[in-house]
């Protein structure tokens, strides 16, 4: 999650775009947050509080892409995922997870 951060403040947005076309994930259509580890309880957290059209639309681009990737195969270059179409739906709810067990355990220590 910092890197992402650090990566905003101290990297150009061409080459932010460059890594972002590099990685290959846009080309089967998922999204940066798509790739988020579901075995972290943070991630699984926040999964159960997404909306549940925001979850099967992430199902669905995440089911696509294995599909291609059996098929060994990408969409077409005018369905791939664009860099300034990318949104992290998931990163913000796992921050707000994260202060909120940070919170906890500060509690925890005081009383």
């Known amino acids: 999650m910092n890197l992402i951060l650090i990566s905003k403040r101290f990297v150009s ?12 994930f846009n080309k089967l259509g998922l999204w940066r947050d798509d790739l988020l580890n579901e075995d ?6 926040a999964l159960e509080r997404l909306d549940p059209r ?6 669905y681009r995440i089911i696509r892409a294995c599909q291609l990737n059996i098929e060994k195969k990408i969409l077409p270059r ?3 995922t664009k860099f300034k179409d ?6 913000p709810i796992v921050e707000d997870i994260l202060k909120e067990r940070e ?4 509690w925890n220590k005081r009383y």
Not at 86 to 91: A, F, G, P, R
Not at 103 to 106: A, G, K, M, Q
């Open 78 to 80: 005018s369905q791939w």
């Open 13 to 24: 947005s061409d080459f932010r775009k460059f890594c972002y076309n590099l990685s290959g």
């Open 54 to 59: 925001i979850r099967d639309e992430r199902n």
């Open 86 to 91: 990318d949104k992290l739906y998931l990163t």
């Open 103 to 106: 919170e906890v355990e500060e």
């Open 40 to 45: 972290l309880s943070e991630v699984q957290e």
